[in-house]
């Protein structure tokens, strides 16, 4: 709670309006607001809710280019102006195009399947257009908005949100190489739950709490339906030992 202070979202607050928050604040330092998240399908909401603050509907991403189907994202490239994209494949290493480099899009050059874009690190122009491999024809890229944790290691980011979407306890290590992604504490941002679950450390620890208590289900999940009546004003006083006041339910509180 010291660490991420007033830089915690909190649940309760749509994924959208924090998407559309964090472009605002990259908007105002001109700095790239990046999502790193757990899951794939968690990178891939970041995606679709950064292309609908874009005015991006549906039926155009229909008509979008297939993305690299490494990627694990189904959300097809559309050559706008201003999107940004990360690329995902190794290319050109002397200009810059390799997995993982973001860039923004500038020109298409035939419809969603050729178009050219800038590197957001060193502001080379790259050409974006089909390769095949296995029998399937798709653009060596995704949208750039959002990531796994596992995908950014080796990353240097100067501005973004973690994002734990998983259902279950994130695995050993992963909050650490999340948080460890940024270049400064002032940058990382957090969305969701306060979970200790989600920040364990590498090794054994017999002390730990290892398993989400009831109240750190999210209210979205099956599990979790109706969070937000289970409990009244007085019942949220926790004691030190950690046992809820009402129902001795363990909180695994930070």
């Known amino acids: 709670m010291e660490y991420f202070e007033d830089r915690h979202w909190q649940k309760h ?38 292309l609908r603050i874009n005015g991006i509907t549906d039926a155009d991403l229909a008509r979008g280019y297939l993305c690299d189907p490494n990627t694990k994202s189904e959300l097809r490239i559309l050559a706008r102006p201003g999107l940004l994209i990360r690329l995902s494949r190794n290319f050109d290493k002397q200009r810059g195009f390799v997995n993982g480099a973001l860039a923004e899009v500038c020109e298409s050059l ?51 949100c973690i994002f734990f979407d998983q259902k279950m306890p994130a695995g050993r290590g992963y909050g650490y190489v999340a948080v460890s992604r940024f ?13 200790r679950t989600d920040f364990l450390p590498v090794g054994d620890h017999s002390e730990e709490v290892l398993e989400r208590g009831y109240l750190s289900i999210s209210s979205d999940e099956d599990d979790g339906c109706g969070l937000e009546y289970a409990f009244s004003e007085e019942d949220e006083c926790i004691s030190e030992s950690g046992d809820h006041d009402c129902g001795n339910l363990l909180v695994d509180f930070i």
């Not at 700095?31 to 399908?41: G, R």
């Not at 390769?131 to 973004?160: K, V, W």
């Not at 270049?183 to 979970?195: E, I, Q, T, V, W």
């Open 183 to 195: 270049k400064s504490r002032a940058g990382c941002f957090l969305y969701g739950k306060m979970r």
């Open 13 to 50: 607050e749509s994924l959208s309006a924090c998407v559309a928050r964090g472009m605002e604040i990259g908007k105002e330092r001109n700095q790239h607001f990046h999502w790193l998240c757990t899951t794939n399908d968690g990178a891939s909401q970041v995606c679709l809710a950064a």
């Open 110 to 160: 035939r419809g969603n399947s050729i178009f050219t874009a800038r590197l957001l690190g060193s502001g080379n122009m790259v050409l974006i257009h089909p390769m095949e491999e296995e029998g399937q024809i798709f653009l060596p890229c995704c949208y750039g908005y959002g990531s796994t944790i596992r995908r950014s290691q080796g990353a240097d980011l100067d501005l973004g």
